[in-house]
Every structure is written in structure tokens, then in C-alpha cells.
């Protein structure tokens, strides 16, 4: 037992903290700034809201076209995966199998021979 009675009993010091209690201190904001701060970030709210109603769209006519084209195909996209029920879809993919050559087929396997 003599081995364990050098041993250090209680909480670890850490370097450099001094003890647990004594840290950094907070300042107290005072009233004058947080109000300017305040005034500050109204008037810059007001300004981005001013900002947002002139948008103006920047894209050439191909490209606005372009975009319209894509939504379009999109949609058609959409519409066209609707009307298939999964029954169906799978009913067109065996026929899809079906119509490909053995060649595309899996070898069996044989770890015996």
C-alpha cells in the first residue's frame, strides 16, 4: 500500500488557471450603445427592404428561355412518371428484359467446382 499513499488525492490542478473561481470578468454594456445599435440596425432593414422591391432580372432572353424550357420538360417529366402505376412500370421493365439477348446475363457462380 505504500505505492498508492504518494499519490495525489482531490480534484487535478490545471496550469495557468489559478483556482476555479477567478476568470475573466464581463463588462456591462451600456444603455447609449445598445440603443444605437439598435437605430442602426432598423435603418439598415429599411434600406434592404427598399433594395428588394427593385429587383430586376438580370438574365439575357436565352436564358429566360431556357429556364422556361426546362420547367416545361420538368412538368412533362412529372406527368408522365404519374400516369404509370408501379405495376405498370414493372410490367414494362420485364418486357425490357425480356427483349435483351442471353448475353446480357448473369453467370451462375460455383464456388465447388
Do not use: M, P
Given at each position: 500500500m505504500s505505492e498508492y499513499e504518494k499519490a495525489q488525492r482531490g480534484a487535478l490542478k490545471i496550469k495557468g488557471l489559478g483556482s476555479?473561481?477567478?476568470?475573466?470578468?464581463?463588462?456591462?454594456?451600456?444603455?447609449?450603445s445598445k440603443h444605437r445599435l439598435e437605430q442602426v440596425v432598423t435603418s439598415q432593414n429599411d434600406e434592404e427592404g427598399k433594395s428588394?422591391?427593385?429587383?430586376?432580372?438580370k438574365r439575357t432572353p436565352a436564358q429566360a428561355a431556357f429556364d422556361k424550357m426546362q420547367e416545361k420538360r420538368q412538368m412533362e417529366r412529372i406527368l408522365n412518371k404519374a400516369s404509370k402505376t408501379h405495376k405498370h412500370r414493372?410490367?414494362?421493365?420485364?418486357?425490357h428484359l425480356d427483349n435483351l439477348t442471353e448475353h446480357y446475363d448473369i453467370p451462375k457462380v460455383s464456388w465447388t467446382k
Open positions: 476555479i473561481s477567478a476568470g475573466k470578468k464581463k463588462k456591462k454594456k451600456d444603455k447609449e428588394q422591391k427593385a429587383y430586376v432580372d414493372v410490367e414494362d421493365f420485364n418486357r
